[in-house]
């Protein structure tokens, strides 16, 4: 072999770890009839209510027991200690069970019309960080409020929401209305400091988290690019957060600043801030060391084996299939949803690691649209309040497989971290920051061409 012909398969491969390391995802390379198989492998037919509830093919009967058992547990009320069956309830508390925020392992709502609310959370911090370099508790009420307790004590406040209205036009003329909503305390069972940061978020769905659990760090860090080298205006960043069982910083891949690092951390995590209940990764109460706090010295109040099983049951819930992918709107509505960039953070296609020990998600070809990362999405949709590495500005990217189901099976519409958004067109027209010359070109698509983007969203 020439020096001059080995030097050129240098240069080659050279140039394609270097377009393999860059952050631009091919939108060509993904074909038609793998996408109609959104959770690869683990892709169901289903577009009636239940399909967000698909237990994986290919699991143990040992398995599907585990996953049963755990699908019984979200559904679970819990009641006030001590009692026979699902103890421990509060003092303070969110809501009684998974189930009554995750519909249908679908997603929350803010409330509506006066409602009170339910299937939202507020996370709280003050300014400073955690011994980990998380958010920083507000003294005397903790990370999460909860506004609600059992008999005999009380929540910890209440939040007033309303909505101010903006008002835009699209390139073609046409208004459109967003509505920016405004969180006020009130009723603090004790007196609130003054520099308290809130967030708002409603419950996420809960499908297909398995598989984006099993995509390795490697594949997701490989699309972060947080001093923007590429100079495409997206920088993407991976969440740095605390993984209390193995005493060490992962990559956060769950909630919608990707503060969590695996589903059984998120899950123990809601068990003890939603609903009140102690577990072994979190066994001390949410109220402790408030005036709510039970002064009971009881156990932990969950089972290991149940937190276990409501974990895996978290970990193996498929995917819907897509619907209408070969429908010609709905390919034009690709073809743009590409050419306006908002490909670059709503990734199509990832492939999960393999893992022998976990073989029904390893190895498959999945369509999630999200790169997992974190993107400064402009003040319009700022919290303004840091968790761990996420900045007030930075919101990690939803997937958005089957998002055009969420009308059928969750009965709404309301889109992103706080619901405000009442509809997909509004979620799009509320994408600022890295996003905002994504959201300025579809501003300036035309009627039809918007439509198309529209059915495409819908066909997810
Ligand atoms: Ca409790
Ligand atoms: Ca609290
Ligand atoms: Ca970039």
Not at 244 to 254: A, D, E, I, Q, W
Not at 407 to 426: P, V
């Amino acid at each position: 072999m020439s020096i001059k012909f080995k030097f050129s398969i240098v240069a080659i491969s050279l140039s394609l770890l270097v377009l393999n390391a860059c952050r631009k995802y091919d939108p060509a390379y993904v074909s038609e009839t793998e996408e109609w198989f959104s959770g690869g492998a683990q892709t169901f037919f289903d577009e009636t209510i239940t399909g967000f509830d698909h237990i994986f093919n290919g699991l143990s009967p040992a398995e599907e027991l585990a996953h049963e058992i755990g699908d019984k547990a979200f559904d679970q009320t819990f009641v006030t200690a001590p009692a026979p069956l699902n103890s421990g309830l509060g003092p303070i508390y969110n809501n009684v069970s998974c189930v009554s925020c995750h519909v249908n392992d679908g997603r929350g709502k803010p409330p509506v019309n006066g409602e009170a609310l339910s299937s939202m959370l507020f996370r709280l911090s003050i300014p400073g960080v955690n011994p980990h370099g998380g958010p920083n508790p507000v003294p005397g009420f903790g990370g999460q409020l909860q506004p609600r307790a059992i008999a005999g004590k009380s929540g910890e406040a209440d939040v007033v929401i309303s909505y101010s209205t903006i008002n835009g036009t699209y390139g073609d003329g046409t208004p459109y209305v967003l509505r920016q909503p405004v969180y006020t305390l009130s009723n603090p069972y004790t007196s609130l400091p003054s520099d308290v940061m809130l967030s708002p978020r409603v419950a996420p769905p809960v499908f297909g988290l398995g598989l984006l659990e099993a995509i390795s760090e490697y594949d997701i860090i490989k699309y972060a690019d947080p001093s923007d080298a590429d100079g495409d205006g997206i920088s993407g960043k991976a969440n740095r957060v605390w993984d209390v069982m193995s005493r060490s910083f992962k990559l956060g891949r769950f909630g919608w600043k990707a503060g969590q690092p695996s589903l059984i951390q998120q899950s123990a995590g809601a068990y003890n801030e939603d609903m009140g209940v102690t577990n072994f990764i979190f066994p001390m109460e949410s109220s402790f060391d408030q005036p709510q706090y039970d002064q009971l010295n009881d156990d932990v109040e969950l089972s290991d084996s149940l937190l276990h099983a409501v974990a895996f049951y978290m970990q193996t819930l498929g995917v819907p299939a897509r619907r209408d992918v070969d429908v010609p709107e709905v390919k034009e509505g690709k073809r743009l949803f590409n050419q306006i960039q908002c490909a670059s953070c709503h990734i199509a296609r990832h492939v999960t690691a393999s893992d022998m020990a976990f073989p029904s998600r390893s190895n498959q070809k999945i369509f999630p649209y999200t790169d997992l990362l974190l993107h400064d999405m402009g003040p319009g949709l700022a919290d303004n309040r840091p968790e761990a590495d996420a900045n007030g500005y930075e919101w990690r990217t939803p997937a958005l497989w089957g998002i055009g189901l969420t009308r059928k099976i969750n009965g709404h519409e309301y889109f992103l971290h706080d619901g405000r958004a009442r509809n997909m067109t509004e979620a799009i027209l509320w994408h600022g920051g890295e996003a905002e010359s994504s959201k300025e070109k579809f501003r300036n698509l035309s009627a039809s061409e918007r439509q198309a983007v529209l059915k495409f969203l819908e066909s997810l």
